[in-house]
């Protein structure tokens, strides 16, 4: 199961459900930009394989939505940034990457599993990084600088992403990586950082997929 922008293109609906991927979509926000109140990884964050920390304002949808699941209802983000970041973390092995904004019921639960924060001055963690399993890509070098002697990460080039209302969106709002796909939601072969991405992802044995229409961050496509 995906959670998707309730903004998606039905180009891109139709592509998810043709490749057999089901999917929710999400409810906008009312504390967010509105720009960016429909994007998932700013109102909910997967702690474990059945357990999601959700935003209080939108829990009631969720929690109807997603029977089955373990749901916890979490803070309230606010307007600006970077408090309207709070869920926009990434978990990456034995580390969560994020600023010191982090959700407090996510930070808990983190931090009792032993999952120690590496600290990056950027809020939009999440969008700003592209997940795999054994490595993260970014085009922010901030995060790289921080994170290279850490951490398994590779710089790759920025280029033009679609954000509705601002002049540049985030690589990693694009995107979400699905068992062995990593899937865009749009022609990331039109990308200067595509020629990269694409061989890092064939080293990790993980194949992207898209469908050909315009690269948009809708916010990270997020598995649940």
Known sequence: ????????????????????????????????????????????????????????????????????????????????????????????KDFYIHNDFTEKNIENFLKEKGISHLKVNQGYTRCSIIPLRDLLITCDYGIYKVLKNKVAIELVDNDKVILDGFDQGFLGGTCGLVGDKLIFTGDISRHKAYTKIKNLCHRENIKIIYPKIDLVDLGSILEI
């Open 1 to 92: 199961m995906l959670v998707i922008s309730y903004k998606a293109s039905e180009e891109f609906k139709n592509f998810l459900k043709a490749k057999g991927f089901s999917f929710i979509e999400t409810i906008a926000n009312p504390n967010l930009d509105p720009r960016i109140a429909d994007h998932p990884d700013l109102s909910l964050f997967k702690i474990d394989e059945k357990t999601l920390v959700v935003d209080e304002s939108v829990f009631a949808y969720y929690k109807e939505k997603l029977g089955g699941y373990d749901l916890i209802k979490g803070e309230k983000v606010f307007g600006k940034y970077p408090k309207d970041a709070l869920y926009n973390i990434v978990k990456f």
